[in-house]
């Protein structure tokens, strides 16, 4: 057993030591997931995926594609409290719940507010921008290294306000993005209308964070990483993973068509599904589920994809997300706080579309239906990576609510350096999985 030296981490970590030959099974392969896999591949494990689907079908499939630097902010921050009245009416686009659940999930519901106070958001901003930078420099490189540079645009993106007064509004936001050396450019009316011309004119003021990068198709990313793992000799296997225990020096994995698997050490990355586990594991986790809808639109008549946007836009006051993607412009909505499995409501999609439309020409909407997914999210907006309590040889990397796309690669470096005992290049305190989960 190692001993971490990282002053954050004063205990040694039962379990951590050098990862070659080492038998690990990473359950979920999502871009968390997988991103794991290739990791621990690197650092000389043997390594096995297992996913109930093909690897990036998800939330890593369905997301914006924006890997942004400026997602350090999270929704619990300290200008909820000031919004909440507003909301509560639950009429915004940017934000819906359902009462019930939040009352079903007192814990989760009452524990996001409470960490909208300032000193959590402190370090939960300091903490995220730590992962996001981290995680760009891997994906720049990894998305050259699997030939997927013509999926990559390094344009930035783009936050929209329809008024000074909204401009105005967003000013701590900015402020915090100064102070993070985020690389943002404020655009007037007429020079957003030089850089975007397809938008129309109904925007006063934008903010372009130009280091950000985006991707045009996030399951294809996720599936090319994937890929890269298994040439280099890793194995992807179908399988639903029921359950887990210590079984001596050994973890054993149920799974749902009765198999047992065997390993050395195992890894958490199910996203949202994770709480199924680890409460199946006999612990508690107060995850929440911020759901959000995208649908594809053809960008105009006769629009070829693509031919319109040059970067993905966030209209705030339309609270949507609009990303030129490979299939043509995709519209994402905002938060709704719900039952990950509950039934899909239309009307913040709806919604979203409205204002999208005095925004741009839309065209028609491409996919049939709206696809649905569910950010993860723990009560301080912060991943678990790390250790999981109360079972040795296992390990969490879930809960990356809107940034899992983004900071994949960076949670599974600070993920690997904690299984093998050696410091990580970023404090891993702020994302200590025992800070929430508990035994029951
Ligand atoms: C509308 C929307 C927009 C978003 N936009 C962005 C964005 O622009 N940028 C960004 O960085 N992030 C974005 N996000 C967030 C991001 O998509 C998630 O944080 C990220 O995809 C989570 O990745 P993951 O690997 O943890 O989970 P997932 O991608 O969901 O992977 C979990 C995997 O676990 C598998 N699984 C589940 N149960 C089992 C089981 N029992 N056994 C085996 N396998 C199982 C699933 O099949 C899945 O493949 C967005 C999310 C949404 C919903």
Redesign the pocket.
């Known amino acids: 057993m190692a001993v971490l030296s990282q002053s954050s981490q004063t205990r040694p970590i039962e379990g951590a030591g050098d990862l070659a030959g080492t038998t690990v099974h990473v359950?979920?392969?999502?871009?968390?997931?997988?991103c794991t896999a290739l990791e621990l591949q690197a650092r000389g494990a043997l390594v096995t995926l297992?996913?109930?689907?093909e690897?990036?079908?998800?939330?890593?499939?369905?997301?914006?594609?924006?890997?942004?630097r400026s997602?350090l902010v999270p929704l619990n921050n300290p200008s909820l409290w000031r919004s909440l009245p507003g909301l509560l009416g639950n009429r915004r686009a940017a934000l819906r719940y359902d009462l019930r659940y939040l009352l079903k999930n007192p814990g989760w519901a009452l524990g996001f507010l409470a960490n909208a106070r300032a000193s959590t958001f402190h370090e939960t901003t300091q903490a995220l921008d730590g992962l996001i930078r981290l995680s760009i420099d891997i994906h720049r490189e990894r998305i050259a290294e699997v030939g997927q540079l013509h999926r990559l645009s390094d344009a930035g993106w783009l936050t929209l306000y329809r008024s000074e007064t909204g401009y105005a509004r967003a000013r701590s936001f900015h402020e915090v993005m100064t102070a993070f050396g985020v690389d943002t450019v404020t655009l007037s009316r007429a020079d957003l209308t030089d850089l975007e011309p397809s938008l129309k004119p109904v925007f006063d003021r934008a903010l372009w964070v130009r280091d950000s990068l985006s991707v045009d198709d996030?399951g294809a990313i996720?599936a090319a990483y994937a890929g890269r793992f298994a040439q280099a000799g890793g194995q992807i296997v179908r399988?639903?993973?029921?359950g887990i225990r210590n079984d001596g020096d050994a973890v054993k994995l149920s799974c749902?068509d009765g198999d047992e698997l065997t390993c050395g050490r195992a890894v958490i990355?199910?996203?949202?599904?994770a709480r199924?586990?680890v409460e199946r594991m006999g612990c508690k986790v107060p995850l929440g589920y911020?759901?959000?809808?995208?649908r594809h639109f053809c960008g105009g008549v006769g629009a070829a994809p693509n031919s319109g946007l040059q970067r993905?836009v966030h209209d705030s006051a339309g609270g949507y997300?609009l990303?030129p993607m490979a299939r043509g412009l995709r519209l994402?909505?905002g938060v709704e706080l719900s039952a990950r499995d509950a039934v899909p409501n239309p009307s913040q999609m709806d919604q979203a579309e409205r204002a999208a439309r005095q925004a741009i020409d839309l065209g028609e909407a491409i996919d049939p239906e709206c696809w649905l997914?569910?950010?993860?999210t723990l009560p301080d907006s912060r991943p678990a990576i790390g250790p999981m309590p109360k079972a040795t040889n296992v390990w969490a990397?879930?809960g990356?609510?809107?940034?899992?796309?983004?900071?994949?690669p960076g949670s599974a470096r600070l993920l690997a350096d904690l299984m093998e005992g050696r410091t990580p290049p970023i404090p891993a305190a702020p994302f200590r999985p025992d800070r929430f989960i508990r035994a029951r």
């Open positions: 359950i979920g392969a999502g871009m968390v997931g997988v297992l996913d109930r689907r690897p990036g079908r998800e939330t890593s499939w369905g997301n914006a594609g924006v890997i942004a997602s996030p996720v399988a639903e993973v029921t749902a990355c199910l996203g949202p599904w199924d586990l911020e759901r959000g809808y995208h993905p997300v990303s994402s909505t997914g569910s950010r993860p990397s879930f990356h609510q809107h940034i899992g796309f983004s900071t994949g």
